[in-house]
């Protein structure tokens, strides 16, 4: 799934920043670092989360993927690609929530 986030208050010359969201391993960064091309203004914003994080919060990844978003504004092209967020963020809790995977271990 690709989300598009078009805000109404856009700062003239910002960034349109485009979302790949998806499950783990299915190819969502191979697919952003074909289509990365700096010369024509479409560049990849990149943030990494720890993966050895014991038990952490909703509110952690939500508060990355806000980072992740601000960052992707600030970039220098016209297009801006990210890996994931909230839209995975969101929908990955819901279901933990709802049907909860070998208690409350799962990997990020």
Request: contains cysteine.
């Amino acid at each position: 799934m690709v989300e598009q986030f078009n805000h109404k208050e856009k700062e003239p010359g910002s960034p349109k920043v485009v979302c790949f969201e998806g499950i783990s391993c299915c190819g969502k960064s191979t697919l952003i670092d074909g289509l990365a091309s700096p010369d024509r203004g479409i560049e990849v914003v990149r943030f990494q989360v720890p993966r050895d994080l014991k038990d952490p919060t909703p509110e952690y990844f939500l508060a990355n993927d806000m980072e992740k978003l601000k960052k992707a504004a600030r970039v220098n092209g016209q297009v801006a690609l990210v890996d994931r967020a909230y839209v995975s963020t969101l929908v990955f809790y819901t279901v933990l929530v709802k049907y909860p995977i070998l208690g409350h271990t799962f990997f990020v």
